[in-house]
C-alpha cells in the first residue's frame, strides 16, 4: 500500500482545511487508517483514525468536536477535515495504514505504511 496525503496549507485561526489520504493498492476492511502530526520539536502524535471496511472513528482527544475522519471506498481515499483550527494545530500531517486488528490504533509503531506528509499551518 502506498499513501498520498494532500491538502496542507496555510489559514487563519478559525479556518477550516479538508486533507486528503489517497491509497495506490487494495486496502483490506481489517485495516486502520489514522492521521498522525508532527509539530516542529515534537514526536509524532495521533490524530484520528478509522477503520477502511467500517465507519467507526477514532480521535484524540485535541481533535474531538474539531476534526472529522471519512473515507470514500470508491476512491481509495480517507480524508481529515479539520475545523475552528488553532496554531497549536500547525504541524505536518501524515496519514497511515495498520494492517493488524489488535492494538488501539492510536500510537505511531502500529502502523506499517506511511503517506509523505502535509504542511499544516495555522497563523493567529
Known amino acids: 500500500v502506498q499513501l498520498q496525503a494532500s491538502g496542507g496549507g496555510s489559514v487563519q485561526a478559525g479556518g477550516s482545511l479538508k486533507l486528503s489520504c489517497a491509497a495506490s493498492g487494495r486496502p483490506f476492511d481489517s485495516f486502520r487508517v489514522g492521521w498522525f502530526r508532527q509539530a516542529p520539536g515534537k514526536e509524532r502524535e495521533f490524530v484520528g483514525g478509522?477503520?477502511?471496511?467500517?465507519?467507526?472513528?477514532y480521535y484524540a482527544d485535541s481533535a474531538k468536536g474539531r476534526f472529522t475522519v471519512s473515507r470514500d471506498k470508491a476512491k481509495n481515499t480517507v480524508y481529515l477535515q479539520m475545523a475552528s483550527l488553532k496554531p497549536e494545530d500547525t504541524a505536518v500531517y501524515y496519514c497511515?495504514?495498520?494492517?493488524?486488528?489488535?492494538?488501539?490504533?492510536?500510537?505511531?509503531?502500529?502502523?506499517?505504511?506511511w503517506g509523505q506528509g502535509t504542511l499544516v499551518t495555522v497563523s493567529s
Open positions: 497511515a495504514v495498520k494492517r493488524l486488528a489488535y492494538g488501539s490504533g492510536t500510537a505511531a509503531d502500529e502502523y506499517d505504511y
Open positions: 478509522i477503520k477502511w471496511g467500517g465507519d467507526s472513528t
